[in-house]
């Protein structure tokens, strides 16, 4: 079955907020077996929103619609749908309850508003919503099928797991499947990455293999559709065993393998720990290594240092070595390491010296990065240089940090083997 | 002008990516006056790339077509824009020679791939690459205007700043400016602040009043078309003043102005410093504060204490305490921010303490949290509830945080005058 996603809101067209929803919703259809073909976005503006739903019905099955379902005036997604399929609305005792009780449970009495979220096009099922007021809609109209979903993620996240997705389940049953698999890759290019694997990218085969590049990585991406999981699956083991023959060195994570969950995994399996210095990625390092449940057992924590004063005092830096080498240089990127081990008592510490720019500091160069891994017996450093805004490099330069002692900590186990 | 704007790119259709390069270019096209009425994401299929394309042709003046310009056997965007137009192509000597610049700089051969990079249509304008490899095209067909531009964020911003926004200027002139302001509100809901303000939405009208919700923050979204600049913004002043007098307490920030930028301005107007002290924000926090280019004048650095044994050590929260109330506490907290202070020798300190989720710690709810501020005299905390992922949590105890603090330092100046 073809779906199409259309999702509303001027404030998304305007490139005010970022379209987070589709992604979720387009992963998640994928894996059920739907073939998610085509995405739109469209404005809060009837004539467009109801040309964009009926272009949709010619050419999918499945039309999902995001937003548009609150209390406000320009709310419009549901009287445009409604004027499409010719519907009438009643007004639904049980929404409207939930409405209130959402309200009164926050202190508060129901604004005026909100009553419009109450009316149901008859024949709609109720799609309730746990998180929001607006309940979502499943409308059959002319062997289609429209979906209305709200806009706010946490809501339609929430509404999609505990009641779209079995629904679609119940009504469809199973699809097939398409799976896919991304391998992540570091320390190679995109063209020479391709170049490598090229013989096995066949043009609309199954699987098909698509290559890209994100944050100074390389991301290679595996989709075979199967009549089921497991048949699926070994498609994929197969492609997956054949591509890292062929760059065995690069590959370090699969799918959502982030390089913190990896660590993660790693520092557990041996009975590790890790802290930071970090100076100009400000805290990011040891916040993206947070973001895994369970980090606690192995994230001891972060000194963010962000002047040469406190860099000498939290973390022992001589004051020789800031006044002849400067903060950004190996040398201080070492005893940094060397002083977060030493401070947090930690196996492993990680230091994080340099300049994400836009500004020069100190005369170095917009850019350069020393990065340091202090073990027990020795303290490893690499240089630098990153190229884009401050804030991509923050997360560049986190990431790198990461990778680096996770290197480390293989050719650790390496050795010990 | 009406324009649409197609992604291409399989990636982004499965879900795997952001389509952060919409939100991109649908600002910049606006602020130049462009109407950017429809978006469409479609995948690495020729067919439906080309049926895409001739959809967009039907509705739209100029079509702005992102990603499928790679080395790669799944780059077909030129090929289906050539057939479409029914184009010759060309081997262009000059961007050649800088695709092998690229890769000698590298200190590599160029990959036989790449030379497909290099043939041009037949009366396309070229906009270079300074960034990668692949060139972006500017083709008229029909009186409408095709242009392609490469799928890699970094290349595409380029590219457009160095090239697109100043060919698009001198082709088209001035079509007007369509200028949006928002407005960031914390501590009220959606459904209130659409009352406060409902008679000044009026649909369709200029300026246009939206507003949306994201992280824990409502905004307010005024949209104003006309002749100039001056004049738009000149619309979007009086707006602004009427809703400010709605909702007066609530607005903290307009535009671009996060929180971090604010509590920037606001610590360097007053010639104050702060540090942190974070536990389960792991230096996100401190993090945010410093994406802000010299944040260095006025962050002094953060301590991130995962264990109790280091909020002990580093921060001298006492151990009584520790043991009497635990990690996640009021008490807890004030010791924190007060130790931070001590600790980075700073006017202000702020402290995290609590539970992102998603399993309980301490016998402590999930997403419960307490965040102090320190002062010179006092300290203050406040007892938070957050309900979402961790991460998402993460994210907004952090802005939580600096809006505290940011309230704290507007309090005290209040005092003081």
């Not at 940090?401 to 900590?409: P, R």
Request: aromatic share 6%; glycine share 8%.
């Amino acid at each position: 079955m073809i779906v199409e996603v259309i999702n509303t809101g001027t404030e998304l067209l305007l490139g005010e907020i970022l379209n987070t929803n589709f992604q979720y919703l387009s992963r998640h259809l994928n894996n059920m077996g739907f073939d998610v073909l085509y995405q739109t976005t469209v404005g809060d503006n009837a004539p467009r929103m109801k040309q964009s739903v009926l272009h949709a019905l010619e050419r999918a099955d499945i039309i999902i619609i995001t937003g548009g379902l609150g209390p406000t005036r320009g709310d419009i997604t549901k009287d445009t749908i409604v004027e499409i399929c010719g519907l009438e609305c009643y007004l639904d005792l049980d929404t409207w309850g939930r409405i209130d009780a959402f309200f009164t449970k926050k202190g508060s009495c129901v604004p005026a508003n909100n009553d419009k979220q109450a009316m149901i096009p008859v024949g709609a099922e109720i799609l309730q919503n746990d998180v929001g007021t607006a309940p979502g809609l499943f409308i059959c109209y002319q062997n289609k099928y429209l979906i209305l979903l709200p806009g706010p993620p946490a809501e339609m996240t929430d509404m999609c797991e505990k009641q779209l997705w079995p629904l679609l389940e119940k009504k469809f049953g199973s699809q097939g499947i398409i799976l896919s698999r991304t391998l992540h890759l570091r320390g190679i290019g995109e063209s020479l990455t391709a170049e490598k694997i090229d013989d096995l990218i066949i043009e609309q085969s199954n699987p098909t293999i698509a290559i890209y590049a994100r944050h100074g990585e390389i991301l290679i991406r595996l989709t075979a559709k199967a009549e089921t999981r497991q048949i699926a699956g070994a498609m994929l083991d197969d492609y997956e065993k054949l591509i890292r023959k062929r760059l065995p060195q690069y590959i370090y994570g699969v799918d959502d393998e982030s390089l913190p969950a990896i660590l993660g995994r790693k520092l557990l399996e041996n009975k590790k720990t890790v802290a930071f210095a970090e100076s100009c990625t400000g805290g990011l390092a040891s916040s993206l290594v947070t973001d895994i449940p369970g980090s606690s057992e192995y994230l001891l924590g972060s000194a963010v240092t962000y002047t040469n004063e406190i860099k000498n005092r939290l973390l022992n830096v001589q004051q020789e070595t800031l006044q002849e080498f400067g903060a950004v240089s190996r040398e201080t990127a070492c005893e940094m390491a060397v002083g977060a081990r030493k401070l947090f008592t930690s196996d492993y510490g990680v230091s994080i010296t340099g300049n994400a720019g836009p500004g020069e500091s100190e005369n170095k160069p917009v850019g350069l990065v020393y990065i340091a891994v202090a073990t027990e017996k020795v303290v490893y450093c690499q240089e630098h240089y990153f190229h884009h805004s401050r804030v991509e490099n923050k997360l560049r330069i986190a990431l790198t940090a990461i990778s680096m002692l996770l290197n480390k900590i293989n050719q650790e186990n390496d050795l010990e083997e």
